[in-house]
């Protein structure tokens, strides 16, 4: 019987689990995955800010994985590609003739130094959990420190997380303020970013309503400021210091450290992937998700990492892994993005979709809703969406 073996249980690897699940192929599916749960990535930074409870977005492994799919909860270490095994932690070796790669990803510090020390990412259920935690302590000690920078808040790089969490933030400061009977008009929140343009799928009238909107939220953008070092109460730029006793290391992503300790060739743990979502290496191994980097055809640049796109690309490798398995051919991938809708708060958004169409504010905030449910009926069950759904437009 063909073993097939899926790493990771995110978007992609859930989807791909699915899919294979439904083809009733002579085969053994089994998923392994260093948690008991899946979560929803895209809702990290409202934990990280306080607004959502960790419960809410997290959904039970294996109960979320289609009949007949095993489960093994285990740390992946090594992939060995010649062998066509992979080594686990905490678990046996484990042997694969089909294998698709979803695992996860890991803060990337782009070698700045003390950031990896004294930044606190947000990349996973733990680290959001932490942030939380870690603001809530010390904005709670400024009673008795009277240290204003307890009350600081510096967030490092402005990609896709750090948007989502300036806007949660700055919401939940208030009810930190009222909790705590702290001077709200003392409390503060920075990001730096050494770029002159964010959020290049935007627009510069989109882009510049995000800035407005944060702005008037009370979290400051500094563009165009390299950070040169972070300490355990500060971040230098140049000849600027920002002191804070909270430092949020949102400068980027990169795949499962998995990748390079396999031996696999490159970029930041992800691997270009073939038309196929193969590997160029071996025709049965396939890199999904935030491990994979896809061209844009006739671009020099990828597709973003997206979950839209994470699903799609899980969705290929099942149909082209049952294409081989009941003699048909496998299919190029063809990504057609849809668009993206960043979320700036409970009721406030931005959005790009479906070619050129921009949503702003409220709008924008009801299709992050929509997506997010979408999303929790395609990784999960009618009563996961019941469950971890949310309905209530009015708040959000």
């Known amino acids: ?81 010649e062998a066509h095994t ?60 009277k240290d204003p920078n307890d009350l600081h808040v510096v967030v490092c790089g402005a990609w896709w997380s750090a948007f989502e969490f300036l806007g949660e933030l700055a919401e939940h400061l208030p009810v930190l303020a009222k909790k705590y009977n702290l001077p709200l008009d003392q409390m503060k929140i920075d990001c730096i970013e050494a770029k002159d343009k964010i959020l290049p799928m935007y627009s510069d009238k989109l882009t510049g309503y995000i800035k407005a909107t944060l702005k008037k939220k009370g979290a400051n953008l500094h563009l165009g400021m390299s950070i040169d070092e972070v300490k355990a109460d500060r971040v230098i730029s140049g000849d600027k210091v920002f002191m804070a006793n909270t430092i949020v290391l949102t400068t980027g992503l990169s795949g499962s450290q998995v990748i390079s300790d396999s031996g696999f060739e490159n970029r930041r743990n992800r691997m270009v992937v073939q038309s196929d979502v193969s590997i160029k290496e071996d ?20 597709f973003a990492n997206t979950g839209q796109l994470a699903m799609e690309m899980g969705t290929a490798a099942a149909k082209n892994i049952a294409a081989d398995l009941t003699g048909n051919q496998r299919l190029d991938f063809e990504f057609k993005d849809l668009g993206s809708v960043l ?34 009926l395609e990784e999960g069950t009618v009563s996961t969406v019941m469950k971890h759904g949310r309905f209530n437009f009015l708040r959000i």
């Open 283 to 302: 025709k049965n191994i396939f890199m999904v998700g935030d491990v994979a980097t896809v061209m844009q055809p006739g671009k020099s640049w990828p």
């Open 86 to 145: 992979v080594e686990l932690e905490d678990h046996a070796d484990l042997h694969f003739d089909y294998l698709i790669v979803a695992l996860g990803i890991k803060s990337e510090d782009y070698g700045i130094k003390g950031a990896k020390e004294f930044g606190m990412p947000i990349v996973s259920v733990d680290t959001a959990v932490a942030l939380k935690d870690h603001i809530e302590k010390t904005m709670a000690n400024y009673n008795t420190s």
């Open 343 to 376: 979320g700036l708060g409970k009721r406030t958004g931005a959005a790009a979709v479906f070619g050129n169409i921009e949503l702003r504010g409220y709008p924008a905030s009801v299709m992050k809703v929509l997506i997010y449910d979408r999303s929790l």
């Open 1 to 81: 019987m063909t073993e097939i073996l899926i790493l990771g249980a995110g978007i992609a690897g859930i989807r791909a689990a699915k899919v294979l699940a439904k083809q009733n192929l002579d085969a053994t599916i089994t998923v392994v995955n260093q948690n008991d749960y899946h979560y929803e990535t895209t809702s990290l930074a409202g934990v990280a800010a306080g607004t959502a409870k960790v419960e809410q977005i997290m959904l039970p492994l294996p109960a979320s994985l289609p009949k007949g799919v095993q489960f093994i909860k285990a740390t992946v270490t090594k992939i060995n590609r």
